[in-house]
């Protein structure tokens, strides 16, 4: 005892100092790893009503290089003070006429009122600033004006001193680029520019030109685009020597007036030419061009919004109306360096180098003395370990026990998952399963479905207690005939079973059905009273043709037919059943006319908190107007038409917006759950469609929760992991659905990305009670083990909600509550009553 009480006391001191160096690590650690709060914007985003709206002109269209900057700059001031923008495109690059302008100025008269519809205009290069000082009194009277982009100075000049506009300059730095390349490559003398006739290709020869002057001993040509033929392009660009510099100036517009793309010109160029190529304008990522010198397009597009803003919140507009000089900076290609031997150190001190090695010390260095702590960590905390080892034999004992333990449960949770629990027989999944895997289109066989007629009414008049001892007493009866005969039996639903007789092809009037029908009938004494009862029976034999799956859809068409032919009796599925296919396609015909004229709408049950009975949030049910189609009329035909997606998209939009309603309303918003059906799994866009709604109606992702049954979680597919990895950078919680009905085991659950498990109903009927709710409450706590919280539903009774509460269950849903109640109701609920 004395040694162990020593080893004691040395495995604490042990650990001591472990915690003690990875505390001291995780100190270190701090100095270089920046925090969220730390990189977030300056500016909070903001969540309040759309303060002003704004038009952004843009001389150009989307695939113009600037644009995305700009539009990136424009948010980064827009954005967190409640200001809106829209944009349209001039698009001048291919339609820069005068009568195009003319056209296009009827065009933007017929479908923008400027004056009611925007505070103010925003005016992005040189075509769009032309275009607002041209139709100045007609369009832009009393409407502020701001400019970026743009590189005439005499048009920049004019638009701030006549016409009252603020603006930004755009400096051209192609004098900068050639001194930098003359620098870096002083031994290549020869140069070739190349560009284009439009203005600022021609802008940009001008400044080229004078660069003979400078550098005398070089040798500078020129390739205009606009003169030759463009097929001719590549092999001019293939005949420049090898010892030469090529300057990329502005040079979209061939001689056939057709504008390429800034990505096509730069593949033709870059493509053929093996010679070093610098150009004025910078592009933010690698495309083979050695390097380039350009303006910070998002710092002055953020800028000239600030100067907006300042003007539509009658904040002071700071500095001179006309902004010259803008940050710009050098991008250069490392592989590109490289191949051209350029000197790394004649490069700018704040250059970009896209594609950089890091060198095992950049990586690394500042982390070592960190790594060493953790080091000298584990270190301890593995000699803390030993010791334990050394004063735990009788631990492992008991540990090799509990593993037995363990399988045992396991074994016994698996047989469970596989197997009705009430019954004893196997459950819908699993029988299903079962004749995917054993039976072939070749096999001969016969699917029977069977459901007990009227059994609700014995629910009803006799309890449910006696009405589960009699379910259990025929499933006995038929369970016995199926063990003699070797067929397979499950219990399909609440009052059906199912069951696959091999080796024979029945019809309504075989032995076998009749042997069944007498199971049924046979009637059953309780106290001084007789129960008599009856089934029907749906029939669907092997073909050749269709495949188990069908077969059990088959079987259970017939037995609905045989209910509505008047019970007690069975049917065989034949061509007599496509009646029912053109009743599915009346309700079809219905299902359409729904979506293209506003016929779903949602209804929403509360999810209680078991220990505060406050409401924290809700499930979203979708309903038809459509009289008497009901959830389990319209949505298997949904699933089987291909239609989920759709009716999963319009749901989805319809909660959103439902959250923005209430938001504008001065309610408090709770997360609503979403269905999510397995067979949406085939819309790829599906997050990116909440992402946009979300971004529309302003609400956080953390309000939205996606149920999503547990046969989606299982299969890990690479296109479900995505969609589960999407939703979650969305701050969208996972509900796994109906935890209970399928496989059901806790093993998977400790690596799936889920939030919530959600029992179902059949689970809690089936083990809510007494002398079996033990494995309710073992479901809860291992569940909250592993970090995740429990949802249980279907809950209908008093008692169940307290026996749910004393097992420290999370959230409560179920008619006790409430049922599922119209929006306007759902947000007032109180369950404190209750």
Known sequence: MAKQSTLEKIRVVLIMISVLCLIIAVIFLRQFVTTDEETSMDEPAYKGEVQHRVLLLSSYNSQYYTFDPQIEGLRESFDP??????????????HGSAKDTETFHDYFINRVDIKNDYDGVMLGDDEAVKFAMKYKEELFDDIPLVFFGVNNMTLAQMAVERYGMYGFFENDYLIDTIDLSIQLMPDRKKYYGI?????????????????????????????????????????????????????????????????????????????????PIMRNFSSGYSDGVLGSIGMDFVFQCKSAATVMTNILTDNPVSGERLVVETPHYAEFDYSEIKEFGIDETLLPEDVVVFNHPLTFFDMYGKIFP??????????????????????????????????????????????????????????????VEYLRNNLTIKNIYSILMIDIDNFKDVNETYGHQLADEILKYLSGNLESIAKER?????RYGGDEFLLMVPKEQIDENSET??????????????????????????????????????????????????????RNKAFKYADELKKKVREENKIKAKILDAFDNNGFYMVYQPQVDAATKKVSGFEALVRMKAEGLYPNVFI????????????????????????ATWRKEGYELHPVSINFSSNQIGDTSYADFIKDLLSRYNISGEFIEIEITEGLFLERTEQAERLFDQLKELGIKLLMDDFGTGYSSLGYLTYIPVDYVKLDKSLVDSYLVDGKDSFIKDVIQLVHDIDKRVIVEGVEEKWQYERLKLFKADIIQGFYFSKPLSPSEAILFDAGDK
């Not at 074994?411 to 029988?431: G, M, P, T, V, W």
């Not at 070797?486 to 499950?490: G, K, L």
């Not at 298997?636 to 009716?647: A, D, F, K, M, N």
């Open 513 to 566: 059905i009749d042997e069944i029908m007498d199971i049924f009938r046979t009637p059953i004494p309780v106290g001084d009273e007789t129960i008599i009862l009856s089934c029907s029976i749906g029939i669907s034999v092997s073909d050749g043709v269709t495949l188990p799956d069908q077969h059990i859809m088959n079987a259970e068409i017939a037995m609905y037919e045989a209910k509505q032919r008047g």
């Open 370 to 431: 960190t790594m060493g702590l953790i080091f000298l960590s584990m270190v301890f905390l593995l000699m803390g370990v030993y010791v334990t080892v050394l004063i735990g034999n009788e631990t492992n004992n008991e540990l090799k026990k509990s593993r037995d333990d363990l399988e045992k449960s396991k074994d016994r949770l698996k047989y469970q998952a596989e197997h009705d629990e009430f019954l004893d027989i196997l459950n819908r999944r699993s029988a």
């Open 636 to 659: 298997p035909i949904l699933e089987t038409s291909g239609w989920i997606g759709r009716l999963g998209r319009l749901t989805t939009e319809l909660v959103i917006k439902q959250l």
């Open 81 to 94: 003070n409640g200001i809106e923008f829209d944009v349209m495109f001039m698009d001048a690059k291919k």
């Open 195 to 275: 560009h284009d006739s439009s203005p600022a290709g021609l802008a940009d020869m001008v400044l080229y030109n004078r660069m003979k002057k400078k550098y005398q001993g070089y040798e500078f040509n020129e390739i205009n685009v606009a003169t030759v033929p463009f097929e001719d392009l590549p092999e001019i660009l293939q005949s420049i020597p090898k010892d030469s510099v090529l300057i990329y100036m502005t040079c979209f517009t061939d001689s056939s007036k057709i504008v390429h793309s800034t990505n096509e010109m730069t593949n033709i160029i870059t493509n053929n030419t093996k010679v």
């Open 486 to 490: 070797e067929w397979m039996i499950a």
